[in-house]
């Protein structure tokens, strides 16, 4: 399991800070079948993907987190991995919702599917919602390089950028990182959490 507690700091984007506690619960393989809407032909790996023996050692078939905002629980971020082929299938879900006085101010809604090969990114394909909303990033690989496309266009990033999700510990030795809900890439700067802080009781108590 990745221990390791991180911050992170990003530039050029807004960072809403959650404090995120694991819940260790392993549901029924059936109930992990899910479908990704891509191409078919962006299902092939030429290279095994390196992760699917860390995520078989280090992880259940599904990892599941609270999410907390000022201490109270406003949802949930789910990821749920799949062997599929010599690849691996990892699908995202968040879903949150926060009231004031009763009244709903805000609802957020995450789905995201990735494909992975090798050690990179081989197909992705995230649906976001906020108060109704919805936008849409689409990446694949096409040889040395990751095209990716969202409302803002089109564009070329490194094959081996990695995504903004919850799982993947390369992220740690990352400068930038692909943000899944903007399609930008931005800038990270991730430090290990000190223990014993009051932000890391709060999110992982006894961590």
């Known amino acids: 399991m990745l221990n390791r507690l991180m911050e992170m700091n990003t530039s050029n984007s807004l960072l809403f800070v959650l404090g995120l506690r694991l819940r260790g619960r392993l549901i029924a393989v059936a109930a992990l079948m899910w479908a990704l809407s891509m ?17 078989e050692t280090n992880y259940p078939m599904e990892i599941a987190f609270d999410v907390f905002r000022n201490d109270k629980l406003v949802g949930e971020h789910v990821t749920r991995f799949r062997n599929e082929g010599s690849g691996l299938s990892v699908e995202s879900r968040m ?22 090969c090798g050690g990179g990114l081989k197909a992705l394909d995230v649906t976001t919602d ?37 799982w ?20 990270v700067s991730i430090q290990q959490c000190q223990q014993g802080t009051p932000s890391i009781e709060r999110a992982a108590p006894g961590a």
């Open 39 to 55: 191409p078919a032909s962006a299902l092939d790996c030429e290279t095994p993907s390196a992760y699917q023996e860390f995520v």
């Open 130 to 166: 906020r108060n109704g909303e919805t936008t849409r990033v689409k990446a694949i690989a096409d040889d040395a390089s990751l095209i990716v496309s969202s409302s803002d266009g089109e564009f070329l990033a490194p094959a081996e950028i990695l995504t903004t999700d919850h």
């Open 168 to 187: 993947n510990p390369s992220v740690l030795d990352k400068r930038q990182v692909l943000n899944t809900i903007t399609g930008r890439i931005n800038a």
């Open 95 to 116: 879903a949150l919702t926060i009231k004031l006085l009763f009244i709903t101010a805000y609802e957020f809604e995450y789905q995201s599917n990735a494909y992975w």
